[in-house]
């Protein structure tokens, strides 16, 4: 299945549970073997795999590390390369801030204003 942003939350946990769980079986791990080595209780792998709602962002990082698919994290969130132009103008000190686009003040024009 290819993921995508219209995909219901449902569908992409259940998706990456199986992903996961094809990770562990590839490295020929059971539940509770990959538990034991992230830290975790069995049930949480067993919930993972299944696709159930709730489960924290660090033991997903927990497992992800007992599985060693973190650097495949390199993937989904590449380093930001700045901008020649961004390089030149923060002398190459790294940004702090978004910049507020301010919007110009809009005036409604109608037929016969020109005058």
Same mark, same amino acid.
């Given at each position: 299945? *290819?993921?995508?942003?219209?995909?219901?939350?449902?569908?992409?946990?259940?998706?990456?549970?199986?992903?996961?769980?094809?990770?562990?079986? +590839?490295?020929?791990?059971?539940?509770?073997?990959?538990?034991?080595?992230?830290?975790? +209780?069995? $049930?949480? *792998?067993? $919930?993972?795999?299944?696709?159930?709602?709730?489960?924290?962002? +660090?033991?997903?990082?927990?497992?992800?590390?007992?599985?060693? *698919? *973190?650097?495949?994290?390199?993937?989904?969130?590449?380093?930001?390369?700045? +901008?020649?132009?961004?390089?030149?103008?923060?002398?190459?000190?790294?940004?702090?801030?978004? $910049?507020?686009?301010?919007?110009?003040?809009?005036?409604?024009?109608?037929?016969?204003?020109?005058?």
């Amino acid at each position: 299945m *290819i993921l995508t942003s219209d995909l219901p939350d449902e569908v992409l946990l259940r998706e990456l549970g199986e992903r996961m769980e094809a990770q562990r079986l +590839s490295r020929n791990l059971t539940q509770a073997q990959l538990a034991k080595e992230a830290g975790v +209780s069995r $049930r949480t *792998i067993e $919930r993972m795999e299944a696709g159930a709602v709730g489960t924290q962002l +660090s033991v997903f990082l927990r497992v992800c590390r007992a599985l060693d *698919i *973190i650097p495949r994290f390199e993937l989904l969130l590449p380093a930001p390369e700045p +901008s020649p132009i961004d390089m030149l103008r923060y002398k190459q000190t790294r940004r702090r801030r978004a $910049r507020v686009v301010k919007e110009k003040a809009r005036t409604e024009w109608t037929w016969g204003d020109e005058a």
